[in-house]
């Protein structure tokens, strides 16, 4: 069973360029979570979606960073106008459905980003 | 309000020395859910374990073991005879219902674990 596949692995993108982070959870999965993990800091949740839903968008910024879950293909982080800022280690999990408790997270090997 | 705190930011122990990394939490929750991941140099992040607010059995498992403590809000992780495979960062996270959120893992800011030979 292949674990969660997140690509590209790297990627450069020069100040004001458009970045997408593609991920495909855990087959069987249908919860997909986006974290970012910015230099000498921990990880920080930014959107949980389900398909074609988003649940809790609470982490995202709120201008330049969208995401997206479509019923077929893999899920979309998308960040316009990228800023220096922006570079980090980008995170992607996934979970089966919720049964009443909640279920183990298991993540990507990450999307590393970096803004020129 | 929810927070996992890992005080050590970074420890340093030698091939075969037992080395326990400290987590403490605080939520609100009744129920809530706590996982440890590791973070080796490649930079993955692996899942190695889960427990539940309501199961405070201690877990074993290989060199491995977990002590949680709801009296002290801690889930402290132990690694016995320590290799240098071991290095990694090691983060502690919590999740719970508080507010009827899901999803959101609230981790720590990790602990550097280095093991040298």
């Known amino acids: 069973n292949a674990g969660v596949m997140q690509n590209p692995r790297h990627l450069v993108r020069r100040r004001g360029q458009e970045a997408r982070l593609r991920c495909s959870p855990m087959?069987?999965?249908?919860?997909v979570y986006w974290y970012r993990q910015l230099p000498e800091e921990g990880l920080k949740f930014m959107v949980y979606?389900?398909?074609?839903?988003?649940?809790?968008e609470s982490g995202m910024p709120k201008e330049r960073f969208s995401a997206e879950f479509p019923k077929e293909g893999p899920s979309i982080l998308r960040i316009q106008q990228v800023v220096r800022g922006d570079s980090a280690a980008y995170f992607c999990a996934s979970s089966p459905p919720w049964t009443g408790a909640e279920e183990t997270q298991y993540f990507g090997p990450g999307t590393r980003l970096l803004v020129l | 309000a929810q927070k996992v705190t890992q005080a050590q930011t970074e420890i340093s122990v030698v091939e075969k020395e037992d080395v326990t990394l400290d987590c403490v939490y605080e939520t609100r929750d009744t129920t809530y859910y706590l996982f440890w991941y590791k973070q080796p140099p490649s930079g993955e992040l692996v899942f190695l374990i889960r427990?539940?607010?309501?199961?405070?059995q201690n877990e074993i498992s290989g060199r491995y073991s977990w002590n949680f403590q709801k009296s002290t809000s801690s889930f402290n992780f132990t690694i016995t005879a320590s290799q240098v495979v071991d290095s990694a960062v090691y983060f502690c996270a919590l999740i719970s219902n508080y507010g009827g959120s899901q999803g959101n893992l609230i981790f720590g800011k990790g602990t550097k674990l280095s093991v040298k030979p």
């Open positions: 427990r539940n607010s309501f199961d405070e």
């Open positions: 087959k069987g999965h249908s919860h």
């Open positions: 979606l389900q398909k074609e839903n988003i649940i809790d």
